[in-house]
């Protein structure tokens, strides 16, 4: 129905910086919200930062002033810009949207991509 495809992790060194993307694909009528989470090997998924269709962002009080996330509606696209990384900014990162489908009178729905791996080194 929707993939997510997301890109840009990788490995850098704290201090350094990384831009993630996500696009989104498929039966889409609109999209209501896009966000990035984090999860690290046995803990929670976390909010990092999400923005909606309105432009309001909410983010996690642990990237703030460092995190930005955009948007560009007419590609389906989020991207979060990440500066001043920290070692315990590494984690795995997840595309998340809240999507209206096509020809479909439900709710949205969510959908997460696959993820991608962030590394900070010290």
């Known amino acids: 129905q929707v993939q997510l495809v997301e890109s840009g992790g990788g490995l850098v060194q704290a201090g350094g910086s990384l831009r993630l993307s996500c696009a989104a694909s498929?039966?889409?009528?609109?999209?209501?919200?896009m966000g990035w989470y984090r999860q690290a090997p046995g803990k929670q998924r976390e909010l990092v930062e999400r923005i909606t269709s309105g432009g309001s962002t909410n983010f996690a009080d642990s990237v703030k002033g460092r995190f930005t996330i955009s948007r560009d509606s007419a590609k389906n696209t989020v991207y979060l810009q990440m500066n001043g990384l920290k070692p315990e900014d590494t984690d795995v990162y997840y595309c998340?949207?809240?999507?209206?489908?096509?020809?479909?009178?439900?709710?949205?729905?969510?959908?997460w991509g696959q993820g991608t791996q962030v590394t900070v080194s010290s």
């Open positions: 998340n949207a809240r999507v209206q489908l096509r020809n479909y009178i439900g709710a949205a729905l969510e959908f």
């Open positions: 498929g039966s889409i009528f609109s999209i209501n919200a």
